[in-house]
């Protein structure tokens, strides 16, 4: 025998029931409900705070990663038997670090790129993780027409890369790579106040 609940208890317990969930019309954009009816909850952030209780890095900048103690200079150097092929020299403040530059101005320029995040550690060192890259031209080939003196070189571009991770001390050189008798180094040095 099913027991029958009086009407007015009934419609007490509809009432009940439709007061604790969210009306149709309320379930819609930019009401703060989501789309299952389950309303939408953001916390306040707390300061240094994100929403979802982490802290936050004060000396972020967006996009440029964490601020260093102050500026400075990353020079790499390209050495082949001792005798400098070129420098690059970037300065920062800011712990993520992306370059690309061409070593001479020739025609045909070998190029070096690198980039990476410095972290600095007590003491006067980095720890710099990184990747070094550079494109050096090689000839391909000569072409002409028969009987004229005019010739066109091709040249194409061959790309190599290495990475890694290293602990700079700063104002010491360190060799990154050797490679084909050149020696790719890198020094980390303040930069002076201007």
Do not use: H
């Not at 705070?49 to 601020?67: D, E, H």
């Not at 040249?155 to 050189?173: C, D, F, K």
């Amino acid at each position: 025998m099913v027991a029958r609940l009086p009407f007015f208890l009934f419609v007490f317990a509809c009432l009940s029931a439709s007061l604790s969930l969210p009306s149709i019309a309320q379930d819609r954009p930019g009401s703060g409900i989501q789309k299952n009816g389950v309303p939408a909850v953001v916390p306040k952030a707390k300061p240094g705070m994100s929403p979802t209780g982490l802290p936050i890095a004060m000396n972020k900048t967006p996009g440029a990663g964490v601020r260093l103690s102050g500026n400075f200079l990353i020079t790499l150097t390209v050495k082949e038997l001792e005798r400098q092929v070129g420098e690059v020299t970037v300065l920062t403040s800011s712990s993520i670090v992306n370059t690309n530059a061409n070593l001479d101005t020739s025609s045909t320029p070998e190029s070096v790129s690198f980039e990476g995040t410095l972290e600095e550690q007590e003491g006067g060192i980095f720890a710099w993780d990184y990747t070094l890259g550079y494109k050096l031209p090689v000839t391909t080939g000569t072409s002409g027409t028969p009987g004229s003196q005019l010739r066109t070189t091709v040249v194409e571009y061959q790309s190599y890369s290495s990475q890694g991770s290293a602990w700079i001390r700063i104002g010491r050189s360190y060799d990154l790579l050797k490679s084909g008798g050149r020696t790719y180094s890198v020094t980390i040095t303040p930069a002076t106040d201007p």
